[in-house]
């Protein structure tokens, strides 16, 4: 990914806010084995501090797991691999502007989580599980527990493999009109919010979290 100051994400709450709100990632691992192997998972920032993550913003570690066949064909520990968050995200027209001379872009917020995972095993990858459920679960007014299920999730549990990557590097960006003068992406945000083919209003908000008055 093109790295450029302008756009540089690097706020640690910023960032554990877009794994933490964003879960369904990516995973990309290079085994030597014919080209790189990607997969689709989720993830949460890590919920334990004493097992290698502070759980807040100043840390991005994360847990996850997949299916344990997709694992052993990433060879998963291994290997380096990136795991890949995207946040909102949407095309840009040049008609949002009214200015100019402008072409189409595309406004998104993601972040690259470099590193090696540790495979966790037994009671460690089935906390994961746990973990996982109750993040998504939160907001529920009575959020479901994996303990509803125990037999049949632990019976179950054994198919998929569970993880932690502490990131030795994050690459972080939002690309999100900055690089335009104030007016001209406020009239983007306005469009945004105002529906229409492109609306996006997640967009929007994201926007307006970094646009200052006067740039």
Request: proline share 9%.
């Amino acid at each position: 990914m093109l790295e450029q100051p302008i756009y540089a994400l690097t706020d640690p709450v910023r960032l554990h806010e877009l794994v933490a709100g964003h879960g369904w990632a990516t995973l990309v691992s290079a085994t030597g084995r014919g080209g790189p192997v990607v997969s689709h998972l989720p993830v949460i920032p890590d919920p334990e501090p004493d097992e290698g993550g502070d759980g807040g913003g100043g840390d991005l570690t994360i847990v996850g797991h997949l299916a344990r066949a997709d694992a052993e064909l990433h060879e998963l520990g291994a290997h380096d691999v990136v795991v890949i968050v995207e946040g909102p995200g949407g095309y840009v027209s040049p008609s949002s502007y009214r200015a100019g001379p402008y072409v189409p872009t595309w406004n998104f917020v993601v972040a690259h989580l470099h590193g090696r995972p540790t495979v966790l095993e037994g009671a460690a990858g089935y906390r994961v599980l746990e973990r996982t459920v109750e993040h998504f679960e939160a907001d529920r007014p009575e959020p479901w527990r994996l303990d509803t299920v125990a037999d049949y999730a632990r019976e179950i549990a054994p198919y998929t493999t569970a993880f932690r990557l502490r990131p030795s590097r994050v690459v972080g960006k939002h690309k999100l009109s900055q690089d335009k003068p104030y007016e001209v992406a406020r009239r983007v945000v306005e469009a945004l919010e105002d529906g229409g083919p492109h609306g996006n209003p997640a967009l929007a908000a994201a926007m307006r979290r970094v646009l200052v008055p006067g740039d």
